[in-house]
Nanobody
């Protein structure tokens, strides 16, 4: 499975973006999907995760109430709507797929994910 992110860009503080993650070479419909981000000089950090059917989702505290993760399994796509952007949201955003079908707790660490995209840059100017 190959994951390709898009939708990043340069925006001003307070603006919004919708990031997309499209899968090729396989289907995402059975997998939990997550979004992570990595700012320069920092470790990759968890942003949000959504269950295979979209019924459950979890967010990191810094993005709660501003970011929304969703998915369209018919389009093999996962989205991250990012609103009210702040300068501290500047980072490369990655989507990832968790192939573990028996996990009962939504994964929140990078090591729990199996496939990663190449990332899309989000830069927020203040």
């Amino acid at each position: 499975v190959q994951l390709v992110e898009s939708g990043g860009g340069l925006v001003q503080a307070g603006e919004s973006l919708r990031l997309s993650c499209v899968a090729s070479g396989g289907t995402l419909r059975s997998y939990t999907m997550g979004w992570f981000r990595q700012a320069p000089g920092k470790e990759r950090e968890f942003v949000a995760v959504i269950s295979w059917n979209g019924g459950r989702s979890t967010y990191a505290d810094p993005v709660k109430g501003r970011f929304t993760i969703s998915r369209d399994n018919a389009k093999n796509t996962v989205y991250l709507q990012v609103n009210s952007l702040k300068s501290e949201d500047t980072a490369v955003y990655y989507c990832a797929a968790d192939l573990n079908l028996v996990r009962t707790v939504l994964p929140g660490t990078a090591r729990e994910y199996d496939y990663w995209g190449q990332g899309t840059q989000v830069t927020v100017s203040s």
